[in-house]
């Protein structure tokens, strides 16, 4: 007495927010029955499992219809097959491209290629992610990826165009497309400890203020390559380190202002030159692309690490960083006031952001 | 030369990559019309082609302007190889061939293809210019308007009602015919397609040329049927009612329609004191008992009446007599003569006084009499002339005779809410009508539903028939409400509930189910075995209504109505109705329980235990379903037939032939109580059964009629839905009884399924619930294995809420459609002040059409109407056939996955019709078939639908009204439903 066919079609689609979840998540459909008894649903009205099973087994059927328009999201507002409210629509686009922290964290900067795809088993396992939702995610950043790539203009605008996403969801996507392009290391043990956000964050920086497109808004790749020009001039940022007399300049200024600010004065005082060095290392080093994808975890070797082991509290960075930066405006013989600033803004946001535990 | 076609290719979108190297496509477009094609040249290389060719013009008649769609074909252009077909759209251009519907045909369609589905969509613009014709003898009928819905539409007055109209093409079925084999299943299901589309355009060419010799102009409550013969052929059939509709705010007084002119001054007047003195002379005692039907249900034959001894026989007369072939036609040869002449002449409206609308104006219905049914059961043949479809006209008018004669014997003149449908297995087909037989007054006008509502009245309720001639024994006491006139204790019938009718409490969904097995058999052994069964299935189904129209303390049932097919080895019989409680009839006595095997201690106890069930279920219901009668001591009793008798009747109807016994479904003579036998285990399990029924779970409502009784106030949410269920049974020898326990338990888990899905909109109304039954029959292995599969499918349930407290999602989406809906009717306010008459501003037409971005949302419902809105044109009608068939129906995600996609395609392409044509809902929408055939061993399914209703365009009632008094509306309810 099998049940052969049992399908419910509304005129309207119909769709339960709390299923196309369990879909997305890559339950099975006994998998996601279970969940909802478990969740009481059946308490509410009077149902039983044959009634969950059937109307999970509908919902699955049309998520997976429709997943062929959520691809292309600019399909779903004009196709004619179901019948969505515009807002419902808006959720199922934003449901569909929303990714788990933990799993795109894994992936950060990897290169979007069949090579990564085959190991999302091993992400999966790790992350407590279903495979079914680590391909879906993975894939969601493949097709950002893929047609951002060939389009002229803002990248976060690109892809709230063609995706109609939100703007948070727009940037979070060109972080990672942004990453993916420059190959940034970030599966170091040493940064570890540094969530999504935090890269999202100096991606956003990097991109409104190292790439092509800072500058010039009608480039290809504007925002995703970097800009070979000014990674070129950083190099003339090394003055301030092997020129002796500039680099003591420096120093007692930066000292001279942070007197008496704070506790961590000395250890301040002491280290200043190797982290004026560390720092302006990694701006003449950027041109080549191997420092490049270790631009964070030299970031955290060469600075934030020092200041940890120093005690050094949140405030004490923003206060060094601060002075740091606008001291060398005032020594006279350094010319490279524009480059200097463009560097240590980023540098200054990125570090804040990375500074915590 | 009285037609000028225009149509325009603009562009399309969301095409397939045909081109696997370039991952394009080149597309062109085929534009044909009747013989006459024209082509688009080759868009390369694009997947959303702008061809925006010039207007292809065809000249053509009007004939074929009615009978003919218009065939657009998109192909992928190939330099070395045949061109690749993309897919196609059929456009019916009748709508607009009425002047008062659409003008323009003007939007997206979904390019539809047999095999592959939905394949992008092609922007076309379509025109019409029609030369008036004045040619006497034209076989054209444009102008005629046809409606689905069965009332008057709104925003229109009934000028006349004509009466009834029917008509039926047949023609070879070609998936049947020999080319078949030779031809690609997607050239067979297009040729189908084809064929259906213009058998279904002749039909309504024709159908209207009936209505204007009658001198009406519109058919409404149009219901058009197709039967799937198989080998024997494909019957394309329609009945409607014909009227003189006059735009409401034409102005024109009612007072010179209502004097009615000849056609219905001719029929009997009937004072509300006298009915039957004037009536048809009705010799009740003249006529066989077999016609003389009980009220509440009418006892199938089936055959005609002449056969007082076997009937069987006579539907199988021809077979045996002489053999197969077209032997019945030559049979009912005498009479189709007759019953051709008849046609010809206007004679036909009194021969058969039938109506197949629903609800009418108060005071229309002056008595109502109860349902009047009738089921043949016949052998198909082959055939041979598409020209003469004589034999069926001949079985149909056979059964038209026989539903007259019922009402006949009720004591009316007229029958109402009536419907015709069929079921086929193999060779075997059952005929059925069924209708409500009642006594009409021609002298009220059909007014729109805009008029006041009258103040409620009985009269409809009193009996019709003479009390001391009364054709079945029956309970009659003097009306509760007026206290003069007689009143039946139940009332059963196929229309809705009338606007005057009080009620007590709510009403609520009452389904009897039946399974009936069988011995499968050829030819006429099988037609005599399912002929024999009939009037058992119907006493059953009756009994099981009874009962459980009783637990619930309802006395009468509105939109009855009874379903039997057949299959291999069973027959399946699901009657659905909506019980309510009506004031005016006496107060429905209990239920008791009766052992015949008395002594035996614990018998007694179980049957105690079960009577207190059974009390405990009726005091639940009547709470539930806040049945309080008012307390009224009873004086007048009738003249209840002695019980001696009926048991007298009892036996000597089993004694006769079989189709009497239904008769004595209608002796529960008792006034209190209705007594239950239990000498079985069978009466045991009938209780059981009784009592398993679910009641819905609190908030929601259930009815088969447009509105629930006892529930007057709606929002503006509503969503259609339609489901479809298939049951395997894996056992081969099943009882009775476990296949019944089977149906019911698929039946009440559909209806849960759907309190489940819709959890969420309590309070909500389930309104015009529409259960179809079907018995596919199967063949899976050669050794002799047979198995059935249970394919009950409900379709066009339609679920409204009654609070403004639903969920925001459907909120939304009804605002949003009113926001198109509003802008949409400024525009044709707007169009009004412009000097050309019709048709919207092509330029703000088109340019929403463009725009690309915004797809019109789309309303469906099996209602005539949408709750909380104003309908302020009908558009025409949409009447769509679609095939589709899979081989690859793993991939496609099993017979359910495909079936899903194509009801969802279905829907898509009908909401694209209607939106091409101006409009934002289609009301009186019914899925009229679903024929799914599957083989999954291959691999392949194929599945028909067929869906019909009427494309509108509405308004929200409150973009006059304030919002404030919404709120109150959906306040108030609240405090209603609450109890």
């Not at chain 2, 003249?286 to 006579?314: G, Y």
């Not at chain 2, 002489?322 to 032997?327: L, Q």
């Not at chain 2, 529960?668 to 009641?695: M, Y």
Request: net charge negative; aromatic share 8%; with cysteine.
């Amino acid at each position: 007495m099998a049940v052969e066919l049992d399908v419910f079609v509304g005129n309207t689609t119909i769709m339960d927010e709390e299923v196309y979840q369990l879909w997305l998540d890559g339950y099975t459909v006994n998998d996601a029955v279970k969940v909802r008894m478990a969740g009481g649903v059946l308490d509410e009205c009077e149902a039983n499992q044959d009634v969950l099973l059937s109307d999970t087994m509908d919902q699955y059927r049309t998520f997976q219809m429709c997943e062929r328009l959520l691809q292309s999201p600019a399909k779903l507002a004009n196709q004619l097959l179901f019948q969505i409210p515009p807002h419902r629509q808006t959720m199922l686009i934003e449901r569909y491209y929303a990714f788990d922290d933990s799993f795109v964290r894994e992936v950060l900067g990897k290169k979007l290629s069949k090579g990564t795809k085959k190991d999302l088993d091993d992400i999966g396992a790790k992350t407590g992610v279903t495979l079914k939702s680590c391909r879906r995610q993975f894939d969601n950043f493949k097709r950002v990826f893929k047609v951002v790539e060939e389009l002229k203009g803002p990248l976060v605008e690109n892809i709230r165009q063609h995706f109609l996403l939100s703007d948070k969801l727009a940037r979070d996507y060109a972080a990672i497309v942004f990453f993916a392009n420059n190959r940034f290391e970030t599966g170091k043990k040493k940064l570890q400890y540094l969530t999504f956000q935090d890269f999202a964050f100096c991606a956003g920086q990097l991109i409104n203020n190292w790439t092509v497109g800072a500058v010039d808004n009608m480039v290809e790749d504007m925002d995703v390559d970097l800009d070979k020009e000014f990674l070129q001039e950083l190099k003339e940022l090394k003055v301030l380190i092997t020129d002796k007399d500039l680099l003591d300049q420096h120093k007692s200024l930066v000292c001279t202002a942070l007197r008496g600010k704070t506790k961590a004065f000395t250890e301040m005082e002491a280290n200043f030159k190797n982290l004026s060095r560390g720092l302006v290392n990694i701006a003449t080093k950027l041109t080549n692309t191997k420092d490049v994808r270790d631009f964070f975890i030299d970031l955290v070797e060469k600075f934030i690490e020092p200041c940890r082991s120093d005690r050094w509290t949140s405030a004490d960075v923003k206060l060094y960083l601060t002075h740091y930066t606008n001291s060398a405006h005032i020594l006279d013989s350094f010319k490279h006031q524009a480059v200097w600033d463009r560097y240590m803004g980023v540098i200054k946001s990125c570090i804040f952001k990375m500074y915590h535990d | 030369m009285p037609g000028k076609l225009k149509a325009k290719i603009v562009a399309g979108r969301h095409l397939p990559v045909m081109d696997r190297a370039s991952d394009l496509t080149d597309a062109f477009v085929e534009v044909k019309f009747g013989n006459t094609t024209f082509k688009t040249d080759v868009f390369p290389k694009s997947l959303n082609p702008q061809w925006n060719s010039e207007w292809f013009k065809f000249e053509v008649d009007d004939e074929d302007l009615q009978d003919e769609p218009l065939q657009i074909t998109v192909l992928d252009h190939d330099t070395y190889s045949a061109n690749d077909a993309i897919g196609k759209v059929y456009i019916d251009i009748d709508p607009l061939l009425c002047t008062e519907a659409a003008s323009v045909i003007s939007g997206w369609f979904p390019i539809y293809d047999t095999i592959h589905g939905i394949r992008g969509e092609i922007n076309v613009l379509v025109k019409v210019e029609l030369f008036n014709d004045l040619n006497r003898f034209r076989q054209s009928s444009c102008g005629v308007k046809f409606f689905c819905t069965t009332s008057i539409p709104r925003g229109y007055r009934a000028a006349m009602v004509h009466g009834f109209v029917e008509e039926l093409v047949v023609n070879e079925d070609p998936e049947y015919q020999w080319i078949d084999r030779i031809r690609t299943p997607r050239a067979s299901n297009e040729a189908r397609q084809r064929l259906i589309s213009l058998m279904s355009g002749e039909l309504q060419r024709k159908i209207g040329l009936k209505v204007l010799e009658m001198g009406g102009n519109a058919v409404v409550g149009y219901l058009q049927c197709f039967d799937l013969e198989g080998e024997s052929g494909l019957v394309v059939r329609a009945i409607g009612t014909a009227c003189t509709l006059e735009k409401h705010s034409s102005g024109t007084p009612a007072s010179n329609a209502c004097n009615s002119p000849s056609k219905d001054g001719k029929e009997p007047v009937f004072g509300e004191d006298l009915p039957s003195s004037s009536g048809p002379p009705t010799p009740f005692r003249n006529l066989p008992t077999s016609s003389s039907s009980p009220p509440p249900f009418s006892p199938s034959k089936p055959c005609s009446r002449q056969s007082s001894s076997s009937d069987t026989d006579l539907s199988l007369t021809p077979k045996t007599g002489m053999g197969s072939g077209g032997s019945a036609g030559k049979e009912a040869g005498p009479l189709k003569t007759l019953l051709r002449q008849q046609t010809q002449t206007a004679l036909e409206q009194r021969e058969f006084p039938f109506f197949t609308l629903t609800s009418f104006p108060p005071g229309f219905l002056v008595h109502v009499g109860g349902v009047v049914s009738a089921r043949s059961v016949k052998l198909l043949d082959r055939i041979h002339n598409p020209d003469e479809p004589e034999t069926r006209d001949a079985w149909w008018e056979e059964i038209r005779q026989e539903i007259k004669s019922h009402a006949k014997a009720l004591g009316c003149h007229a029958v109402v809410g009536y419907s015709e449908n069929t079921s086929i297995c193999e060779e075997v087909c059952i005929l059925s009508a069924s209708g409500t037989a009642t006594i009409l007054n021609p002298r009220v006008c059909f007014f729109d539903r805009f008029d006041d509502p009258s103040p409620p009245s009985c009269g409809f309720c009193h009996i019709p028939y003479d009390e001391l001639n009364m054709p079945f024994p029956a309970q009659l006491t003097y009306c509760y409400n007026c206290r003069r006139q007689k009143v039946p204790d139940v009332l059963f019938t196929t229309i809705d509930l009338p606007a005057e009718a009080a009620v007590t409490g709510k009403g609520c969904l009452i389904q009897a189910r039946l399974c009936r097995l069988k011995k499968k058999a050829q030819g006429e052994v099988n037609a005599t075995a399912i002929s024999n069964l009939l009037p058992f299935m119907e006493y059953e189904l009756h009994t099981q209504l009874m009962n459980k129209l009783k637990l619930r303390s309802m006395n009468a049932l509105f939109g009855l109505h009874i379903q039997i097919s057949v299959g291999e080895n069973m027959l399946l019989g699901l009657a659905s109705a909506t019980g309510v409680y009506l004031t005016a009839l006496p107060a429905p006595g209990g239920i008791q329980i009766a052992g015949k095997t008395s002594g035996d201690l614990n018998n007694e106890q179980h049957i105690q235990s079960i009577q207190k069930r059974i009390n405990d279920t009726i005091a639940k219901n009547k709470e539930l379903y806040q049945i309080n009668p008012p307390e009224l001591t009873e004086e007048g009793v009738g003249s209840p037939i002695p019980e001696p008798r009926q048991r007298s009747r009892l036996f000597r109807s089993h004694s006769e032939s079989s189709d009497e016994v239904s008769e004595l479904d209608l002796s529960h003579g008792k006034k209190d109580a209705f007594v239950l036998e239990i000498d079985d285990t069978d009466a045991v399990e009938d209780i059981h059964s009784l009592l398993i029924d679910a009641s819905p779970p609190t908030g929601f409502y259930t009815c088969n009629t447009e509105t629930m009784p006892g529930i007057y106030n709606w929002t503006t949410a509503v969503q259609m839905f339609t489901s479809v269920r298939v049951l395997r049974l894996s056992n081969a020898n099943l009882s009775n009884q476990s296949l019944n326990k089977i149906f019911t338990d698929l039946c009440e888990n559909l209806l849960k399924s759907f309190y489940f899905k819709l959890r969420s909109n309590i309070p909500c109304c389930l309104c015009h619930l529409n259960f179809t039954v079907a018995v596919p029959e199967e063949e899976l292995i050669q050794v002799r294995c047979w198995r059935q599969s249970l394919c009950p499918f409900l379709s066009g349930g339609n679920e409204t809420e009654e609070q403004l407290q639903f969920p925001l999602e459907l909120c939304a989406d009804s605002s949003s459609t009113n926001t198109q809906t509003s802008s949409k009717f400024s525009v044709s306010s707007l169009e009004n002040c412009s000097p050309l008459t019709e048709g919207r501003p092509r330029s703000l037409r088109s340019s929403r059409s463009f725009g690309g971005s915004s797809v019109t949302m789309v309303k469906m419902t099996p209602l005539s109407f949408l709750p909380g809105t104003r309908i302020i044109k009908y558009l025409g009608i949409i009447n769509m056939f679609f095939i589709r068939e899979t081989t690859s129906l793993r991939e496609e995600g099993g017979v359910s996955g495909f079936l899903h996609s194509f009801i969802a395609e279905v829907f898509a392409m009908v909401r694209a019709h209607v939106a091409a044509l101006g409009g934002n809902a289609v009301v009186s929408y019914s899925m009229k078939d679903c024929v799914l055939m599957e083989n999954p061993n291959k691999n392949q399914a194929q599945c028909l639908i067929n869906v019909s209703g009427d494309a509108v365009i509405c308004v929200r009632e409150t973009d006059q009204e304030p919002m404030t008094s919404m709120t109150n509306i959906g306040q108030s309810c609240t405090a209603d439903g609450a109890t």
